[in-house]
């Protein structure tokens, strides 16, 4: 099939649905279960890792199977058909559950759609490199990156808006966006012929049992050989991920709640400055994928991580010597931190946009998906490990270490990538034999 950067824009579509539920989720569930439900940050964090744990546990197996997945749609459509609407429907209900103030309801209903928003994800991620050759992918991801980004942005900036009219809006607008931008995915951008025909006919044992001895033994396996090579290129780039995303999901999920009670404004104030690093990481992320595909991708991460953990620097010493006087977008702390966060989210774009076309590239074409599982293993790993680490710290010492938190983290994910000697783009694909790093 021809490359054509304009199906890459309508794929990103399918990204864009996905970043507005997880922007609206992060900004305002923590709020709600600790506003209406009186929990502590600590088990705050742990309900906000359910999404990681599904992740953990599923993507890798969905991953595999939609690997093996032969169907007159393609290999990956079918799961976004049966996740995406379902996960629209679940995350519409959740300003109902909070309304009825039942906790019980609530997180069912939060559990459903983390599940179903689980069950097409690393589909639509390994959807990427399928319609794009290895020397533009980091292109590519940067027009992924760029959707997505907008996808948060309309979540932090429109969701302002809406929620203060009613806290209900923003669900039931991410919902219905979420729906109609896969929609568009489904539509409009075809799979390779090779998957778009129906596989033989295999029982739904069969195929269960064999995906997942596909995709845990083959995690399995992979995580051998990062552990046991001589070169040690992807496990530096893994440890990395980790690091990296146990920072920005413990800012993510807990950066509305510092805003409100930390600095003493509103939580929709707080989540359109984390709009603002949207904003910058949209603009930004479509350079920075050509950024990384001339410089190399290594230096690209490092460099942007260097920008973050200076950011950060920057708006904790704001944070300390000052507040805001008011929730108004123009007071002056307000205007200084999201100065300082578009300039941070610039070097996400750096850092983010490049990660998933090294780790692919240390692969061949047959296991793509399931190295797409094996970076969001260790992605969602840490965003596993974020939230409820980060809100004992919170519990204990207060809002005031969040940032210096998060700062710590991104500093090691930095050292990490010094390690990293691999995947930069590969030009033309060898054979498997070309993969196999050295073993003892």
Excluded at 203 to 226: A, I, P, Q
Excluded at 300 to 324: D, H, K, N, Q, W
Excluded at 334 to 342: K, P
């Amino acid at each position: 099939m021809e490359f054509k950067y304009s199906r890459i824009f309508v794929l990103g579509f399918g990204f864009f649905g996905i970043s507005i539920i997880w922007a609206l989720y992060n900004a305002y569930i923590p709020i709600f279960l600790q506003d209406t439900f009186h929990l502590s940050k600590t088990v705050t964090g742990f309900i906000m890792t359910i999404d990681n744990l599904f992740a953990v546990l599923l993507l890798p197996f969905l991953g595999a199977l939609s690997d093996m997945t032969r169907t007159r749609l393609g290999r990956r459509k079918p799961y976004i058909l049966l996740g995406a609407p379902s996960a629209a429907l679940m995350f519409a209900l959740i300003p109902v559950a909070r309304e009825y103030e039942n906790l019980a309801l609530f997180m069912g209903t939060i559990i459903f759609m983390n599940f179903f928003m689980a069950l097409f994800r690393s589909p639509v991620v390994a959807f990427m490199p399928d319609i794009t050759p290895s020397e533009k992918r980091s292109q590519a991801n940067g027009i992924i990156n760029f959707m997505g980004g907008l996808g948060a942005l309309l979540a932090y900036f429109g969701g302002k808006v809406l929620y203060d009219m009613n806290y209900a809006y923003p669900f039931y607008f991410g919902a219905a966006v979420m729906l109609l931008a896969n929609l568009l995915v489904i539509l409009f951008v075809p799979e390779p012929d090779e998957y778009r025909k129906p596989g033989e006919k295999v029982s739904l044992r069969k195929l269960l049992s064999e995906t997942s001895h596909k995709s845990f033994g083959e995690l399995r396996e992979n995580l051998k050989d990062v552990f046991a090579s001589h070169e040690k290129s992807l496990l530096a780039v893994l440890i990395a991920i980790f690091f990296w995303f146990i920072a920005f999901n413990s800012l993510e999920t807990f950066f509305t709640s510092y805003a409100k009670y930390y600095l003493g404004i509103e939580e929709s104030t707080g989540a359109f400055m984390l709009g603002v690093f949207s904003l910058s990481f949209m603009l930004f992320a479509i350079p920075a994928g050509f950024i990384g595909g001339r410089f190399g991708r290594r230096r690209t991460i490092t460099l942007g991580l260097m920008i973050i953990v200076a950011i950060m620097l920057a708006a904790y010493f704001v944070g300390e010597s000052s507040r805001p006087q008011s929730s108004s977008l123009s007071d002056p702390v307000v205007m200084t931190l999201m100065g300082l966060f578009f300039v941070g989210g610039m070097g996400w774009a750096m850092v983010n946009v490049n990660s998933l076309p090294m780790v692919v590239d240390m692969t061949t074409e047959e296991k793509l998906g399931g190295y797409t599982g094996l970076y969001y293993f260790f992605s969602q790993a840490a965003n596993l490990v974020a939230p409820p680490f980060a809100g004992a710290f919170l519990d204990v010492i207060g809002y005031r270490t969040l940032l210096p938190f998060a700062t710590a983290f991104f500093i090691l994910a930095a050292i990490a990538m010094q390690f990293v000697r691999r995947g930069d783009i590969v030009r033309t694909k060898g054979d498997a034999l070309d993969y196999i790093p050295d073993m003892d």
